[in-house]
């Protein structure tokens, strides 16, 4: 934890919230009201603290996004609308209150995707979506698209999962998208399309 961080968590109230979860792996009922006031950036760091503790850098990523499971806390939640910051929140929470190692999804159809990529810094490790285009159209398996300086085509769905895995390593993590089977498939970056002078 870098000094900068374990200040914004402790002048926020924080701290006994993340020794007590260190040492016995929950959290007192009393501490959700201090959850839902604490600065959102102090509880995001808690929460992103947490997280690497118990999970790790990997994030697991869901094209499309699989039926609910017991055990899984998952973002947004049907029926409510939320503004990005109560979302940020919510997840922040389910993370520092939820069971060691806790699972907690981010559908980027229901928040979008800037929203997602922003929740990985408040406790989320797993991402889920359809895959669409700029304009929200849905790709198909065997939908082609341009890429690269000089277009060559590729299937969209290749293309947009890098996009994906480009945003979800911006935020220092390692995704590993997994299959309906559950077997787990890496993107590897887009190769470059620099030629040698």
Wanted: hydrophobic share 45%.
């Amino acid at each position: 934890m870098t000094a900068l961080v374990q200040r914004a968590v402790e002048e926020a109230g924080l701290s006994g919230v993340l020794a007590e979860r260190r040492r016995a792996g929950t959290t007192h009922p009393e501490h959700l009201a201090l959850l839902r006031a604490a600065d959102l950036l102090a509880l995001g760091a808690l929460a992103d603290l947490i997280r690497a503790e118990e999970v790790g850098a990997e994030v697991r990523m869901y094209i499309p996004p699989p039926p609910a499971v017991e055990g899984v806390f998952a973002f947004p939640t049907d029926g409510r609308e939320w503004t990005g910051l109560e979302l940020l929140r919510e997840i922040a929470i389910a993370r520092v209150t939820g069971p060691r190692a806790a699972r907690v999804r981010v559908d980027w159809t229901g928040c979008g995707l800037e929203i997602a990529q922003i929740a990985l810094g408040f406790g989320a490790n797993e991402l889920a979506g359809y895959l669409s285009t700029k304009i929200g159209a849905l790709i198909g398996e065997s939908d082609l698209t341009g890429v690269g300086r000089k277009s060559r085509l590729e299937l969209a769905s290749v293309a947009k999962k890098r996009e994906l895995a480009a945003f979800v390593r911006r935020a220092s993590r390692a995704p590993v998208f997994v299959r309906a089977d559950g077997s787990r498939e890496t993107i590897e970056e887009a190769p470059s399309t620099q030629e040698a002078t």
